[in-house]
């Protein structure tokens, strides 16, 4: 049974003050280095996995791009989404992203913004994105750092007066499901480690392009202080990669 945590109301209302939900992409501290590494959008077809509010979708229309396709296994954030879209050009459809069945070469440009560690089977989705990618297509993604999601309390180790004084990593190799906490609720995901990210993807056919460990940009830092902290280690693992 995949989990749909996103349609639980408290989780969900939880989730809006955010301040990605709130302000959308320029507060999200991955967004400049995941902008970088999107090809030119124009007149492509764009297919967006665990879509969330659509700020990749429409993010992608502004960018000329021709049509888009938006994909979410959560209701509540797909209803989000058409509330604030106005482009007819955008298709936001209820499905998960593990059973997702688009036809060969579908689309120009495939990308995921923080979903794919919520998926248990990370070789599929590589599989399955492949077939509907044209020759030449583009696959981007990011999803939680394996420094981020090796133990399961994802959390800093504290002195006793609550200072953070490092981030604890045990388990690295022993990969799969993570009972964790976030918003002050249980949510399973699930730790790879980079070898085998990379692994998944050069088994599935793809080619590398770039991998990237983004730190917060000045202006993030400057509007969200508390993100300093990200300083320290990476929270984020962003790829981009070829078929």
Sequence with gaps: MKENKYD????????????????????AGEWPAFRALLPDLADKTVLDLGCGYGWHCRYAMEQKAKRVTGIDLSKKM???????????NIQ???????????SEATFDVVISSLALHYVSDFQQVCEHVY????????????????????????????DEQ????????????????????????????????????????????????????????????????????ELRRPIFLLFSVSK
């Excluded at 936001?92 to 688009?102: G, L, M, N, R």
């Excluded at 077939?131 to 981007?140: A, D, N, R, Y």
């Design 92 to 102: 936001y459809e209820c499905v998960a992203i593990e059973d997702i069945t688009f």
């Design 78 to 88: 797909l209803e989000k989404a058409k509330e604030l879209t106005q482009d007819q």
């Design 162 to 229: 609550k200072n953070r004084m490092h981030w604890p990593i045990d388990h690295y190799f022993s990969e799969g499901l993570r009972k964790t906490r976030f918003l002050n609720e249980d949510v399973i995901k699930y730790h790879r480690t980079v070898e085998t990210y990379l692994s998944n993807l050069l088994d599935a056919g793809f080619t590398i392009n770039r991998l990237c460990e983004p730190k917060p940009s000045v202006s993030v830092l400057k509007n969200y202080p508390d993100m300093v902290h």
């Design 8 to 27: 639980d109301p408290n989780f969900f209302a939880s989730y809006g003050l955010m301040p990605r939900s709130t302000a959308g992409l320029e507060a």
């Design 131 to 158: 077939h509907c990618l044209v020759p030449s297509g583009t696959f981007v993604f990011s999803v939680e750092h394996p420094v981020f999601t090796a133990m399961a309390s994802q959390d800093w180790f504290y």
